[in-house]
């Protein structure tokens, strides 16, 4: 493979379906992903760039037990309102005061899920009970965990999300898909526990993987994206 080759048109119209039909899958079908199709995928992954490469991705991936215990612990405590304030995340992922356009934003794609599946706007038991859905993976047969040692800076979570992107482009070029999830992020301190992190190892996100079930309402699901007019700036002399 020559890196300074330019690709035939066949070659950029693959790569292309590939990031394009990338979407945050909510069902997956039971059929099981083989553990050499996800080493291939962490292979391709970890071709992302990162500065003085550093590689700062650690992955834990569950599957069978493994996988049910911990959403099993997971959804105990989403499932128990007191134990649950007792669990909040380690860092924001999301602004602490929500502004335009981005709040405008979230709460399009938020009732645009729940009118799929038949979710009002009040019925906060049943958004509830969806939100719990994360801590089953969605049902997807692989759950991946993600951590970074403590110690890394801001510039290697930059990186941490250019192998998170290749992952789930990776696996859509193999005809799976992904749901990466910061919902994780809230019971960082049980799941460094259940699968024994090293001390400074801190819980990046989580992500779904596995094919996608073509028959659930939730995965019509097509979030807009903005023109590339709204956020790019063209300067010349």
């Known amino acids: 493979m020559n890196p300074f ?4 048109q066949t070659e950029t119209a693959a790569v292309d379906h590939a990031i394009a039909s990338r979407r ?4 997956f079908l039971p059929r099981p992903v083989s553990r050499e199709a996800v080493e291939a995928i962490l292979q391709v992954a970890s071709r992302a760039p990162s500065g003085t490469n550093l590689q700062p991705w650690q992955v834990h991936v569950l599957t069978g037990r493994a996988k049910e215990r911990l959403s099993a612990r997971l959804l105990a ?3 128990d309102p007191v134990e649950l304030e007792r669990h909040q995340p380690e860092y924001d992922y999301y602004p602490r005061e929500w502004v335009a356009p981005y709040l405008e934003r979230r709460r399009k794609v938020g009732w ?3 009118g799929l599946l038949g979710i009002g706007k009040a019925d906060r038991l049943a958004m509830h009970d969806q939100h719990g859905r994360n801590y089953q993976f969605f049902d ?4 991946l965990i993600f951590s970074i040692d403590r110690r890394m800076g801001q510039g290697s979570w930059l990186d941490y999300g250019m192998f998170l992107q290749n992952l789930m482009v990776a696996a859509r070029a193999r005809g799976l898909h992904t749901c990466p999830q910061a919902a994780f992020t809230r019971f960082h301190r049980v799941i460094a526990e259940e ?3 090293e001390p400074l190892q801190m819980l990046v996100c989580g992500m779904a993987l596995g094919y996608a079930d073509p028959s659930a309402p939730e995965n019509a699901l097509e979030t807009e994206r903005a023109a590339v ?6 300067l010349q002399d």
Request: net charge negative; proline share 11%; no cysteine.
């Open 24 to 27: 945050s899958v909510r069902a």
């Open 140 to 143: 997807a047969p692989v759950g």
């Open 229 to 234: 007019s709204d956020f790019a700036r063209f």
């Open 77 to 79: 405590i989403h499932h």
């Open 5 to 8: 080759e330019p690709p035939s």
């Open 112 to 114: 645009d899920l729940y």
């Open 195 to 197: 699968l024994a992190f």
